[in-house]
């Protein structure tokens, strides 16, 4: 029986767009999930189509159990983060030997068929390898590691990153003359911010404007915009939606002071708030037992 843990992350730039070859950062962030792994003769059916994935995929049989940190369908990249834990055990518990190249190509392969085609490598290189990362079309970088300061607010409702990709994907067939310079914009912001990652007053401008953009695409949500408002009103650089919106989760980029205040700011909408950093760490073997 194995233990591995992987990072959820948060999208600082460019979610969606990446979906279409826009450039994209996102960030690991400190919340895990932890799956053990256990070689079993009558596995209990997992009832997740990303961990039965991964059995399928390793071609082998076994128990799992899961203890997360994060959300789940929040826009904290749980999924990615069970199905790069759950592969990474599975490798360790049946001594196949993939790499972690390999595990990573995985994970795509996997969140892909489950989000029916329409998916980007930005959760699963994220949670994979950890730290900030820049991804566009099939490459991926690992920026050096800066330490955000960050709050994720939760308005607790739940969204499906399928749905949301799906009504993207129907605006730019139906308005293409709309959607496309507005993913073109939000790919000009990622690059924009790839020349700020050290000016937290500059990337928090563009995150305020990408915000902006996503509510364009309609990935907006009533309760996304009173956090994002509220952590803006109590001094957060910028703040936007992380991930697939329509729900889910926001992030604020903020000054290390007013981290708590910005915090209390976004409970006092009835959501649920934490301050969080970068994770430099990806998946990762916790313990054997
Ligand atoms: O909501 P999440 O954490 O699954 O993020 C989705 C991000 C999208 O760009 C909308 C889709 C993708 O696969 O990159």
């Known amino acids: 029986m194995v233990t591995w843990s992987a990072p959820g992350k948060v999208f600082l730039f460019g979610e969606h767009a990446v979906v279409y070859g826009k450039p994209a950062i996102a960030m690991a962030i400190k919340p895990r999930v932890f799956v053990t792994v256990r070689k079993s003769r009558a596995p209990h059916p997992a009832k997740s189509p990303y961990i039965d994935s991964c059995f399928d995929e390793m071609g082998v049989k076994g128990s799992v159990y899961i203890n997360s940190q994060l959300p789940s369908s929040s826009g904290l990249g749980s999924s990615a ?15 196949i030997n993939n790499s972690r190249e390999q595990i990573a190509e995985m994970a795509f392969n996997i969140e892909k068929k489950v989000q029916k085609g329409r998916a980007s490598p930005t959760d699963t290189t994220v949670s994979t390898y950890g730290g900030l990362v820049f991804i566009i079309g099939a490459s991926r970088r690992r920026l050096p590691p800066e330490s955000f300061q960050m709050v994720v607010g939760n308005t607790m409702v739940s969204h499906s990153t399928s749905k ?21 914009a939000i790919g000009g912001i990622t690059m924009s911010a790839m020349h700020h990652l050290v000016d937290p007053v500059q990337l928090g401008r563009l995150m305020n404007m990408n915000h902006s953009l996503l509510e364009v695409l309609g990935v907006g949500h009533p309760a996304l915009s009173r956090l994002v408002l509220s952590a803006r009103t109590a001094g957060a650089y910028g703040a936007k939606i992380t991930g697939a ?14 981290k708590s205040r ?19 760490e990806g998946v990762r073997k916790e313990k054997d037992v």
Do not use: Q, Y
């Not at 919106?245 to 007013?258: T, Y």
């Not at 006092?268 to 970068?278: D, K, L, M, Q, S």
């Open 245 to 258: 919106g329509g729900g889910g989760c926001m992030v604020a980029l903020c000054p290390k002071h007013l």
């Open 262 to 280: 910005i915090a209390s700011s976004i409970e006092a909408c009835e959501a649920r708030a934490f301050v969080t950093n970068i994770d430099t």
């Open 81 to 95: 983060a069970v199905t790069v834990a759950t592969l990474a055990a599975i490798n360790d518990e049946f001594g």
């Open 164 to 184: 949301m990709v799906e009504m993207v994907a129907d605006l730019k067939k139906k308005n293409p003359e709309i959607c496309d310079p507005v993913l073109d």
